[in-house]
């Protein structure tokens, strides 16, 4: 963390000095526990949850998530979604219990894409095991945590030759 305190110094018009000190604390990525620091990362926060009407489903996607108002991924059931929640340890904030509901998506993840060959990302990394959808393809992922208990999903470059890829109805079936 980084500590910076900031004085403001105004004059109003009749000569009068007035002085106000603020105090902000940053969280520099230095502060966050990336493994293998080459990695290139994205925060994630401000996602919303949208229950869509089954005519405006897109290839079947009931449930999609958004980043910034740009679409980040979809899923046809809710177990699914939950599954997802739950391994980025992310919570909504309402029930999405009607079609066409929306709802603000509580907390926030970092996705980590590694140049790493499959041995040596296995190798150095501890976590939850499991799927992630990486240019289109599901593809291996880890799941680790910052220092501050941020969820980090480590996934290998789609530009690795032998990242391995799932493309078994099972997979598909888990995770959209």
């Not at 929640?85 to 919570?91: A, H, K, S, T």
């Not at 680790?144 to 997979?171: A, C, L, Q, W």
Request: net charge negative; charged share 20%; glycine share 6%.
């Amino acid at each position: 963390m980084k500590t910076v305190i900031t004085t403001t110094t105004t004059i109003d018009a009749e000569g009068k000095i007035d002085t106000a000190t603020t105090t902000e604390e940053i969280r520099e990525p230095a502060d966050m526990y990336i493994p293998f620091q080459t990695a290139y990362t994205t925060r994630y926060d401000g996602l919303w949850a949208y229950r869509v009407q089954p005519e405006n489903a897109p290839f079947g996607y009931a449930y999609k998530v958004t980043s910034q108002a740009t679409a980040h991924t979809g899923f046809r059931t809710r177990e699914a979604l939950e599954r997802w929640l739950e391994e980025r340890d992310l919570v909504l904030a309402e029930s999405l219990s009607t079609v066409g509901s929306r709802c603000a998506i509580l907390g926030e993840y970092i996705s980590a894409s590694h140049m790493l060959q499959p041995g040596e990302f296995l190798s150095e990394l501890g976590g939850v095991v499991t799927a992630v959808m990486s240019n289109g393809d599901y593809t291996l992922a880890i799941i680790t945590e910052d220092h501050e208990g941020t969820r980090i999903v480590n996934y290998m470059n789609p530009n690795i030759k032998r990242r391995p890829v799932f493309s078994s109805p099972g997979t598909s079936a888990a995770y959209c």
